[in-house]
Nanobody, 124 residues
Framework: QVQLVESGGGLVQPGGSLRLSCAAS????????MGWYRQAPGKQRELVAR???????NYSDSVKGRFTISRDNAKNTVYLQMNSLKPDDTAVYYC??????????????????WGQGTQVTVSS
């Protein structure tokens, strides 16, 4: 099994910043891509930002220029730096990882994993 553990959510005023972290651990794996999604009340889950194993990134139009995704390969951790936060950014943020898992050095398959979610609230 693979676990994704998120941290860093909270309450922040408009214009403020937060940094989310997501650490992957468990059975042997390699990371194909990791990303952040969010889901606001009454809305569908949407992609916020994604980073591939080759460090290619993409962002939703609503966060471009304000959010930055990065990763620490040694720690199997992905970060989301969120600046200039707006009330519309309020949502539960979920970490997602696209991983290839291994058994005795042999690839078993590629699977998608999700974190438990962390609440981000932007309000004055």
């Amino acid at each position: 099994q693979v676990q994704l553990v998120e941290s860093g959510g909270g309450l922040v005023q408009p214009g403020g910043s937060l940094r989310l972290s997501c650490a992957a651990s468990g059975i042997p794996f390699s990371i194909n891509a990791m990303g952040w999604y969010r889901q606001a009340p009454g809305k569908q889950r949407e992609l916020v930002a994604r980073i591939t194993g080759g460090d290619s990134t993409n962002y939703s139009d609503s966060v471009k220029g304000r959010f930055t995704i990065s990763r620490d390969n040694a720690k199997n951790t992905v970060y989301l730096q969120m600046n200039s936060l707006k009330p519309d950014d309020t949502a539960v943020y979920y970490c997602n990882a696209d991983l290839t898992t291994y058994y005795q050095g042999i690839p078993r398959g590629t699977y998608a994993y999700w974190g438990q979610g962390t609440q981000v609230t932007v309000s004055s």
